[in-house]
């Protein structure tokens, strides 16, 4: 077996497991000293990026202001970061709140198409009656068309 650092085992020449820095072994206990030390410095260096990314984005602050929001949008990320995005249940709420946008987006636009229509209809036909009574009608529908014009 293997009397010293460097030794013969059944016959063969090997090397002990410490490596040499500086002409001297570094024994176990160092080697877990420095594994300590790096991990302290790693640890240390995350905390204070972390405290760093808390005051850019106040989070303190925005808990404060609001509160619910803030738990949402944890929540949010939380579920996104745990796999849910691409869910069958993400799908589905998906659709739906495109089906919901979509309507809240069209009505309003529908609703001044059919205004500006049931406008134009409305006042195309007092023009024909005021053109019918007068000749001065026509700077009347000149007048409204151009105002017309200028709504849309």
Request: aromatic share 6%.
């Amino acid at each position: 077996m293997e009397s010293s650092e460097s030794g013969t085992l059944n016959g063969q020449r090997t090397e002990g497991n410490s490596s040499r820095a500086g002409g001297g072994a570094i024994s176990v206990g160092q080697r877990v000293d420095r594994v300590s030390d790096t991990a302290q410095e790693a640890w240390s260096r995350t905390r204070e990026t972390v405290n760093e990314l808390k005051e850019r984005l106040d989070i303190d602050g925005r808990v404060r202001r609001n509160p619910y929001g803030t738990m949402a949008a944890a929540l949010g990320i939380g579920y996104v970061l745990g796999g849910g995005f691409f869910s069958p249940l993400t799908a589905r709420l998906f659709r739906f709140g495109l089906r919901i946008g979509i309507r809240l987006a069209a009505i309003p636009f529908l609703e001044n198409e059919i205004r500006g229509f049931a406008e134009a209809v409305v006042t195309g036909s007092e023009d024909d009656e005021g053109e019918s009574a007068s000749s001065s009608g026509e700077g009347k529908r000149s007048q409204q068309k151009g105002s017309k014009g200028g709504k849309r």
